[in-house]
């Protein structure tokens, strides 16, 4: 990469480029609110026509929100063009913390709790189809989640992406959609088009875990693309540690599903627990 030429460019453009990035932020920051917004209210109408909806979604939600907001505007994302321990850091709230926190406040749930009964209906309907039940699937959500970032990172799509503002888009969306896509199947909070036991899941979850742990000792000793080396050694660390850190309460929550479904007398409540079948 000719890093001349590129703060050059950054130089000559510079108050295009400011221009654009505060329009950028405006706009997210704009679409967060909204989102916010709306699930407050949905939460809200939920609890007067169903008695309850728990506070500690709500704030799952709103924390979720922030962490993307955080990947997505500000300095860290304009850090993360240039560095790769910012664009790491990136990728842990958006396409870990983010998702992990939105899938605890089952928008799915709630979204159905919203919607009259006949739309309600036709969603639950179209949350059977097959593309719905291969995708939520915790093996494909697996693979969608950490192949991914194999695809990402040693295909030249990392370096390309930082070129092409469409494809840097794509690739965004993809990570928080495919970690949010884990998170769900392997916690199940929101109603579900496949019924995998929690062996089965656990093994998903082992498995993944050491794909992306293996992933990041990789990028250690082997850096992508153009990144240099130092900052491919500190983004690794960061990935492998920061990713242990978020791992560790997607593996409480697990196991504490798993522990309160084995309780007496919870059995036959977990046996009709929402799915779709």
């Known amino acids: 990469m000719n890093m001349t030429g590129h703060h050059a460019g950054h130089a000559a453009g510079g108050h295009h480029d400011a221009g654009t990035g505060t329009l950028h932020d405006a706009l997210f920051i704009l679409l967060f609110l909204v989102l916010i917004g709306f699930y407050t209210v949905a939460a809200n109408a939920s609890k007067r026509r169903f008695n309850r909806w728990p506070a500690m979604r709500t704030i799952c939600w709103i924390l979720g929100v922030l962490a993307a907001a955080a990947a997505l505007t500000g300095p860290l994302a304009a850090r993360a063009h240039d560095d790769f321990v910012y664009h790491m850091l990136g990728h842990l709230l958006l396409g870990m913390l983010s998702p992990l926190l939105i899938a605890c406040s089952a ?23 097959r593309p719905v039940r291969l995708l939520s699937h915790p093996v494909t959500a697996s693979l969608l989640n950490v192949g991914g970032l194999w695809v990402l990172y040693y295909t030249g799509l990392y370096s390309a992406m930082q070129h092409h503002p469409v494809l840097h888009v794509l690739v965004h969306a993809h990570m928080f959609v495919a970690g949010y896509l884990y998170a769900a199947a392997l916690l199940c909070i929101d109603p579900r088009p496949h019924r995998a036991g929690y062996g089965f899941r656990a093994g998903i979850l082992v498995l993944s875990l050491a794909g992306h742990g293996i992933l990041a000792k990789v990028l250690f000793a082997y850096p992508p693309g153009d990144v240099p080396i130092a900052q491919a050694e500190s983004g690794a660390q960061l990935m492998y540690y920061g990713g242990d850190a978020v791992d560790l309460i997607l593996i409480f929550l697990f196991c504490l599903q798993w522990y309160k479904s084995a309780r007496p007398g919870r059995r036959h409540k977990n046996a009709s627990s929402p799915a779709i079948s």
């Open 107 to 129: 928008p799915v749930t709630l979204l159905l709790r919203s919607l009259t009964i006949s739309s309600a209906r036709r969603m639950a309907a179209w949350l059977k189809t």
